[in-house]
């Protein structure tokens, strides 16, 4: 796989952030499992040759902001090959100076295992730098959960998910909980609805892109 330094990169109407390759789950619907250059063009730069430092992003977005694409994009979101929060103190940081030079709410898109990757509670972290955060649920059936995701920290991680998305929810404006279609039943899909439902959360149903 080739490898380069795309920190940064547009995608539907949003600037995506790209901080690592690291990543604790290894869900058999990833892109990561799959051919490259499936999901996206440009998919195969997105794993890069190293991690980027807080002032490297930032310096990024500042180049991007002087062009006139700038202007069509509605959000920033933290995702790229990896797990965002693996590398937390670089979101935070270019969250952070984000939120004090741009208009554009921010987005952070992760598996929920924050607390666990990082050893202490993330959501209040959150608080104040991200707008968003959409989590991947991926089944309400904690069993079904670790087979579909296959985590790292096995029976653990379910929990810490939801605990993670409770948590969030007391920090961050909107929270939402992800399925991708096709892959959970119709039964699971109902019963993700109910289960966000109870954690005051937002449920989303994302599509399935085929390799």
């Known amino acids: 796989m080739k490898k380069g330094m795309t920190i940064i990169y547009p995608e539907y109407e949003g600037l995506y952030i790209n901080l690592t390759n690291r990543c604790p789950c290894a869900c058999t619907f990833c892109i990561r499992q799959r051919t490259p250059k499936a999901e996206f063009d440009n998919v195969d730069t997105l794993w890069l040759e190293r991690e980027p430092t807080a002032q490297e992003v930032i310096d990024a977005i500042q180049k991007e902001s002087r062009t006139a694409r700038f202007q069509s994009y509605r959000e920033f979101?933290?995702?790229?090959?990896?797990?965002?929060?693996?590398?937390?103190?670089?979101?935070?940081?270019?969250?952070?100076?984000?939120?004090?030079?741009?208009?554009?709410?921010?987005?952070?898109?992760?598996?929920?295992?924050?607390?666990?990757?990082?050893?202490?509670?993330?959501?209040?972290?959150l608080h104040g730098k991200i707008d968003a955060v959409s989590i991947s649920l991926n089944s309400s059936d904690p069993a079904i959960y670790e087979r579909t995701v296959r985590p790292v920290f096995r029976e653990k991680a379910f929990p810490a998910?939801?605990?993670?998305?409770?948590?969030?929810?007391r920090f961050v404006p909107k929270v939402i909980l992800t399925t991708v279609a096709t892959t959970i039943s119709r039964e699971d899909e109902a019963a993700c609805r109910r289960l966000c439902e109870r954690l005051g959360v937002t449920y989303r149903i994302r599509s399935y892109i085929k390799p």
């Open 77 to 125: 979101v933290f995702c790229g090959y990896g797990e965002p929060t693996e590398a937390l103190g670089v979101l935070l940081e270019v969250a952070a100076f984000l939120k004090a030079h741009y208009p554009l709410p921010i987005r952070l898109n992760t598996n929920g295992l924050a607390d666990l990757i990082q050893g202490k509670p993330v959501a209040p972290l």
């Open 161 to 169: 998910l939801l605990a993670f998305a409770r948590q969030a929810a």
